[in-house]
T-cell receptor
Framework: AQKITQTQPGMFVQEKEAVTLDCTYD???????LFWYKQPSSGEMIFLIY????DQQNATEGRYSLNFQKARKSANLVISASQLGDSAMYFC??????????????WGLGTSLAVNP | NAGVTQTPKFQVLKTGQSMTLQCAQD?????MSWYRQDPGMGLRLIHY???????DQGEVPNGYNVSRSTTEDFPLRLLSAAPSQTSVYFC?????????????FGPGTRLTVL
């Protein structure tokens, strides 16, 4: 069965430092996509970064990078130079990349990140 | 583009009442879905649609109905509201294809059932 595991319910980081949020996944699909979303206290879901299972390089988007280790089935999010505005819930999710239109997302339970000044 | 819109933003219902949560997207996305978010439970898929006229059940479909008569709209109907359906509901849409199909989320509907 497909599953996303986020083992850190809560994390603290000092402003301007880097932080890694863990995500491991389980799937038998040969092709899949991995996503990270941010949910601030205001409630909206904000897309951060995407990694395809066949992508050769780790994805980066500004201060966000995804440490993708396919053999270990992990897709950790690295936030560099943390800012106070990074305080939020962070969700890891996975979707099959098979033929057809089904893009059903499997979600982890999230990690709450607090950035201290 | 307005993206994904949801109405209403807030709703209070009494047990047994029915209502429809509206969702619309203007990005011509084939895939649309409804999630509920409860504390400590993450996001759980209620129903989804891979195109107009095609819907399927997700993880927690009981008590909800959907239809997809157009590409743009994907309403979620609560047939007879129960306190267990108190939650925040998100609608999302995405392109198909095999690339980065990020799901675009609506702002959510906070529903309370008394």
């Amino acid at each position: 069965a497909q599953k996303i595991t986020q083992t850190q319910p809560g994390m603290f980081v000092q402003e301007k430092e880097a932080v890694t949020l863990d995500c491991t996944y389980d799937t038998s699909d040969p092709s899949y996509g991995l996503f990270w979303y941010k949910q601030p206290s205001s409630g909206e879901m904000i897309f951060l970064i995407y990694q395809g299972s066949y992508d050769q390089q780790n994805a980066t988007e500004g201060r966000y990078s995804l440490n993708f280790q396919k053999a270990r089935k992990s897709a950790n999010l690295v936030i560099s130079a943390s800012q106070l505005g990074d305080s939020a819930m962070y969700f890891c999710a996975m979707s099959p990349r098979n033929a057809g239109n089904n893009r059903k997302l499997i979600w982890g339970l999230g990690t709450s990140l607090a950035v201290n000044p | 583009n307005a993206g994904v819109t949801q109405t209403p933003k807030f709703q209070v219902l009494k047990t047994g009442q029915s209502m429809t949560l509206q969702c619309a997207q203007d990005m011509n996305h084939e895939y649309m879905s409804w999630y509920r978010q409860d504390p400590g439970m993450g996001l759980r898929l209620i129903h989804y649609s891979v195109g107009a006229g095609i819907t399927d059940q997700g993880e927690v479909p009981n008590g909800y109905n959907v239809s997809r008569s157009t590409t743009e709209d994907f309403p979620l109907r609560l047939l007879s509201a129960a306190p267990s359906q108190t939650s925040v509901y998100f609608c999302a849409s995405s392109e198909s294809g095999t690339g980065n199909n990020e799901q675009f989320f609506g702002p959510g509907t906070r529903l309370t059932v008394l």
